[in-house]
């Protein structure tokens, strides 16, 4: 028999599933998310509410803890639900201890983590992708260019960061001269790299341009 507010008598667009595959993950709430993982309701309640009701006994914090006697022990969860949701948070636990967990606040953290690009004989034009901390979801490089040049358009960097739910970026790229002074062109794409980002609300911390021996920021020297 179905509860009160079946999930079935929701818009279809409003069930946890549905919404995960039209909006992505990131859209659900906790409840929602929970919900997805345990697939079904129990007797009485719908799945939200059985997420809803395990949120509130275990609290978010410490569900993530909670081992599988205890879960078991929780009203409406059988042994298949409890293990699910005990493999979902250890997969969980695992991705995050394997993370990168550098932050990026000054231009030597950039000159230090591109050691692989700035001794290369081409130009390559790099983008940090980073959280509301500061923090690296992800580097990329976005183009090749040669030994003086390298041509990059603003989609090519802000397309993968809006993918990436990036809430700001660092750019940077090697000068295989050594040469540290920044070309006409690395002050116009500066510019529109900044202008690009503002529209889109992708702050553009920094242009970091680096060498075998050194780095130059565009931030530090007042040109961004």
Known sequence: MKGAGAIQDM???ERPREKIMRYGPEKLSDEELLAVLLRTGSRGRNVLELAGDLLRRFGRADIAKAGYAELRAAP???PARACGVLAAFELGRRYLAGKKAGIYLKPRDIWEELRDVREQKKEHFVVFFLDTRNQEIRREIVSIGTLNYNLVH???VFEPAVKNLAASV???HNHPSGCLEPSDEDLSLTKRLAQAGRLLG???LDHVIVSREGFMS??????L
């Open 11 to 13: 818009p279809r667009v």
């Open 202 to 204: 992708i702050e553009l």
């Open 76 to 78: 409406g969860l059988g």
């Open 218 to 223: 565009f931030k530090q020297k007042g040109l």
């Open 154 to 156: 603003p989609r090519e």
């Open 170 to 172: 660092i750019v940077a």
